[in-house]
């Protein structure tokens, strides 16, 4: 089944495909093709072929790396609007970690030729590829600096302030993260136990800082947040 013309209205708000013309992105929508995942659903698992790249459309999907004993290490939580499976797309190698729906998710999926074919005749997205590839890399530098210099608290409020800025939406109690996370998914992202980040969210709780409910973290003091954010500097409500 293909997508509808609201496909390209879609794609102009995903920042990979923001900067083509309305036609570029009207042929590109032609080549897209709808999938439905269930919640918990496993969209690819690390070791799979990376035949295509996936748009979504509606829903979040986990990034995560799994070991033998069934550890995870949360690499990253997408919404809507957000993509991934570049990086199989084009080195031709077998997906790096695995893509699981987090709820039900709509997702729009590019065939790998397709996709390869659009970068070539398109020098102008490539260099946009270029620079989203960057970003990711150079986020992926951060979190592995973070996790081997910064303290638990420190770490857990740079997390919930990326989760608002890229996740969140104002509404008059605060910044309301957009995606429902429990504390161990939380404890994931920076590497550290559920226990540890149960104690340090209770803490903020008491203290104000933030509110979290059926899943919901609002952060009601962003800018509290943001000082303790902020290695070696003292908190100073």
Not at 142 to 154: G, K, M, Q, Y
Request: charged share 30%.
């Amino acid at each position: 089944m293909r997508p509808s013309s609201t496909t390209s209205v879609l794609l102009a708000n995903v920042t990979l495909f923001a900067g083509l013309s309305a036609s570029d992105r009207a042929a590109l929508s032609a080549a897209l093709r709808r999938r439905q995942f269930a919640k918990d659903e496993v969209i690819f698992q690390k070791g799979d072929p990376g035949e295509a790249l996936c748009i979504i459309a509606a829903g979040t999907v986990k990034i995560v790396l799994s070991s033998a004993e069934g550890k995870e290490i949360l690499l990253a939580l997408l919404g809507t609007g957000d993509f991934f499976g570049e990086l199989s797309l084009l080195d031709g190698e077998p997906r790096s970690a695995d893509a699981v729906a987090q709820d039900d998710c709509r997702l729009l999926l590019l065939r790998r030729e397709d996709f390869l074919g659009f970068v070539r005749g398109h020098p102008q997205f490539a260099e946009s590829l270029l620079r989203v590839l960057a970003r990711r890399l150079r986020a992926t530098d951060d979190i592995v600096d973070e996790a081997a210099f910064l303290d638990l608290p420190t770490r857990l409020a740079r997390l919930l302030l990326r989760l608002a800025r890229t996740h969140g939406r104002q509404e008059r109690d605060g910044l309301v993260v957009g995606m429902r996370l429990t504390h161990g998914e939380v404890a994931s992202m920076i590497g550290s136990s559920r226990e540890s980040v149960n104690r340090c969210l209770k803490q903020w709780e008491r203290e104000g800082l933030i509110a979290y409910h059926g899943g919901l973290l609002t952060l009601r003091r962003p800018d509290a947040l943001r000082e303790r954010s902020v290695p070696g500097e003292e908190t100073k409500d």
